[in-house]
Structure formats: structure tokens, C-alpha cells
């Protein structure tokens, strides 16, 4: 294996290694910046974060494993909970929640670093996870609808390019579908004249990706504390899915570089690296990060896993983040490429959870498998769709809403615990190719 495989960066010389780390760079970006366009928050400060907060986890792995750190997709349903149109001034208090969250996973980390990886995990089984991960992308679809609505023609040139690159592209673009769904119809509508360039124009080539009123740190001394713990109690329960798909990613990128990640640097160390970096970034108003599937399958592709040529393309996405022309072109991007794009996206997140059912093999003939999984969809969509959109809670001056996801994953994580006749073992392997439990 070592023969046919490129490891050290002295073999490729840098020419290669600038071009290589640029392909990792568009292969993470179609999806990184459609979170900030999807949220409101800031793209340039999105850019930043996932090149810092990636070269972070690589300090804390030892420089060993090959990820990207990109934006999360399953922090959408948190975002829009408490800013629903994207709203300035209640996007800092998500950006708390979602803060919380990261510290989650140190104590995840703590927790796999004491007792082991397969004992804790047997608290998060697919039975909780995969309906979860299901209820997050059920819970956005609404919204995909209401953007698409802004022009149908050109939602359904994203949809249809999206989907001929997901199916029949090759080599590197069939690894960046979401990007090509956005540059096609993106192009589309700016002939057919459906974008306003106005603000690019005006838009300087370089400034500072951060703006203080975007961060926690503008809530002080102006915080609204009832809003505030709602936004905690509400966003940080969706570590537990973003935590197993944490894993799975490790899991996959094992299995591509064939090297035990899991036991070397160890679990504990990833978790850490994604968990403080999605913690840093949310205190300056980017959003949560996540291992990427995607540079993992240009790993795949390309046969070289050195993680320099990661590093590479975090360091490319810093550089972009100071150009706010470049955010503003994307901030041009109308509303039809992003219902688009978002329609596909929101369906595939909970095709990830019924995935996670199949691959794993959940008996769905278990009645306590049956009333576990009834019990998170049920509470997770019954409570989004109904008219508060929360179950709130009033003690002495203090309001407290819990979301639908929060409800159902603690529900779903206490229920799964307390019946009897659990069957779920965690385990990873490399000698199918296959690690299990692996990300959609």
C-alpha cells in the first residue's frame, strides 16, 4: 500500500500540492457557503473559521488526519428555530447555542478517553440517531419550498445539474454536485437577468471577515437572558446526531487512508479538534463545523492523503475571506439557485438517516425499537409544525422553549436506555472497506 500511495509531500513537489489543495478547497465550498447563505450569517466569516478551525483539529489530531472542517448542514434546523428568516439580531443567540454544543463534544472526548469508545457509544445507537438526523432534514423542507417559489425555473436548473453531476459526473465533479447545481443556475438566472449586481459593485476587494455586531460578544450587556437559554436548551441536543456523524467520518476516512484514526491519535482527539473549533466559531458568528464527506472522497479520488494538502486549502479559504466582493457575489446568488440547491440538500440529510437505519441493520420488527423511533418523529415534527413551534415552559420570569429536535433526542436517548432488549454494538472495521457506523 505504501507503494502505490503518494504520503509525503516531498514526492508530489509544491506546484502539485498548490493545485491539489485548491481542488480540496472547491470540493468543501458549494456546501460551507450555503450554510451562511441558508442562515444569514456571515459567508466571509464562514470562510475564515472552516480554514482556522481545520487547521486546529490537524494541531490537536497531530497533524495526522486528512479532514476539512466545513460548515454543518444539521445546525440548520437550530438557526432556523430561533432565527426563522435569518433575522441580525437574533442570529448571536443561535450562535450561543450552538457554542454549547461544541463543548459537548469535549465532554464526549473525555468520556470515549476514560471508558472507550464502544461503551459510550452504546448510549447513541441508529435507532436514536437515524430518526433524528431524519426529523432535521423533514423540518427544513418547508423552507426549500418557500425559495423555490421565488422562481421555479431556476430551482429547477440547480435540481436538474445537481442531479446529473450527482449520478453521472465524473472524477472531481461528481464530488462537487451542490457546487455546479449553484455555479450553473447561478449563471443561468444572471443571463436571463434575474440578479442584481449592484451590491457587488460596490462591494470593497478587501476588508476584515468579522463584524462585532455579528458575535456572541455583541449580546453584552444588551442580552435577552430568556432568549438566550431557549437558544441553548433548544440547539445544543443536536450534538448528539452531529456527533455521530462525527465519527462516521473518522470512521470513512480510516478506511480510505487505511490507518486506525479511531485508536491513532484517538477518537477523543478528533472530537476535540471539531468540538473547540465549532465552539470558536460560533462565538464570532460563523457556523458549527463538521469532518467533510466530500474532501474525503477526493481523497479517494486522488490516492494522496497528506493532510499538508488540507492544511493547503484551509489556508486558501482564509485568503478568501478577506475579500468582501467575493461575499457579495454570493449574497447576490437568488433565492430560485438556493431553493434549488436546498431541495435536494434538506431531502438528502434525512436520506442519510434512513441510510443509518439500513446500514447498521436496525430490527424494526423490535416493538422498543418501533416506540423509540415513533417516539423522536413524532415529538420532533409534531412540535416544529405545531402553532408555538415549542414546548414552552414558564418558571417564575424565566421562558424556556424547547424545539422539537431537543424534546426528541432527549426523549429518544433516555427512552432507547431504559427499555430493555438493546442490540447495538459499536464497532469499526477495515478490512471490508466499509467502517461501520459510516456517514451517508
Not at 197 to 214: C, D, H, M, Q, T
Not at 337 to 363: A, C, P, Q, W
Amino acid at each position: 500500500m505504501e507503494n502505490q500511495v503518494i504520503r509525503d509531500a516531498r514526492k508530489l513537489g509544491a506546484p502539485k500540492m498548490l493545485i491539489l489543495g485548491l481542488q480540496h478547497m472547491f470540493a468543501m465550498f458549494g456546501a460551507t457557503i450555503l450554510v451562511p447563505t441558508l442562515t444569514g450569517l456571515s459567508i466571509s466569516a464562514t470562510l475564515l473559521f472552516a480554514g482556522l478551525a481545520t487547521l486546529l483539529f490537524h494541531f490537536l489530531a497531530k497533524g495526522k488526519v486528512p479532514a476539512f472542517l466545513g460548515s454543518s448542514f444539521a445546525y440548520l434546523a437550530g438557526y432556523a428555530a430561533i432565527a426563522p428568516n435569518g433575522e441580525a439580531e437574533l442570529l448571536p443567540y443561535a450562535c450561543v447555542g450552538v457554542a454549547c454544543s461544541g463543548l459537548l463534544y469535549l465532554i464526549l472526548a473525555a468520556l470515549v478517553k476514560k471508558f472507550g469508545t464502544q461503551r459510550v457509544m452504546s448510549f447513541f445507537p441508529p435507532i436514536v440517531t437515524g430518526p433524528i438526523i431524519i426529523c432535521i432534514g423533514l423540518t427544513l423542507a418547508n423552507s426549500a419550498i418557500n425559495n423555490c417559489t421565488g422562481n421555479w425555473l431556476i430551482a429547477l436548473v440547480a435540481i436538474v445539474t445537481v442531479i446529473f453531476f450527482n449520478i453521472w459526473g465524473k472524477g472531481m465533479f461528481k464530488i462537487i454536485p451542490i457546487l455546479m447545481g449553484v455555479l450553473v443556475s447561478y449563471v443561468f438566472a444572471a443571463v436571463i437577468g434575474k440578479v442584481d449586481f449592484s451590491g457587488v459593485a460596490a462591494a470593497p476587494w478587501i476588508g476584515l471577515p468579522v463584524k462585532f455586531e455579528n458575535t456572541v460578544f455583541s449580546l453584552i450587556g444588551n442580552c435577552d437572558g430568556n432568549l438566550l437559554i431557549s437558544a441553548i436548551i433548544a440547539i445544543m441536543p443536536i450534538a448528539l446526531a452531529t456527533m455521530i456523524e462525527h465519527i462516521g467520518d473518522i470512521c470513512a476516512i480510516s478506511s480510505t487512508v487505511d490507518e486506525n484514526f479511531i485508536e491513532d491519535p484517538g477518537l477523543h482527539r478528533t472530537l476535540m479538534g471539531d468540538g473547540i473549533g465549532t465552539a470558536v466559531a460560533s462565538l464570532f458568528g460563523a457556523p458549527a463545523n463538521t469532518t467533510y464527506g466530500e474532501n474525503t472522497g477526493v481523497l479517494a479520488l486522488t490516492k494522496v492523503y497528506d493532510p499538508a494538502v488540507i492544511r493547503l486549502a484551509a489556508i486558501y479559504a482564509i485568503i478568501v475571506s478577506f475579500c468582501p466582493k467575493f461575499s457579495a457575489l454570493i449574497g447576490a446568488m437568488p433565492t430560485g439557485t438556493i431553493g434549488g440547491v436546498s431541495l435536494i440538500l434538506y431531502g438528502m440529510i434525512s436520506s442519510i438517516g434512513v441510510r443509518n437505519l439500513v446500514e447498521n441493520h436496525v430490527d424494526l420488527s423490535k416493538s422498543r425499537n418501533v416506540i423509540v423511533a415513533s417516539l423522536i418523529m413524532s415529538l420532533a415534527l409534531g412540535i416544529a409544525f405545531s402553532s408555538a413551534g415549542a414546548v414552552i415552559f414558564n418558571i417564575g420570569s424565566v421562558q424556556l422553549k424547547f424545539s422539537g429536535l431537543a424534546v426528541a433526542a432527549v426523549v429518544g436517548v433516555a427512552v432507547n436506555a431504559i427499555l430493555p432488549g438493546k442490540d447495538y454494538t459499536f464497532s469499526h472495521t477495515y478490512s471490508s472497506g466499509k467502517p461501520k457506523p459510516k456517514k451517508g
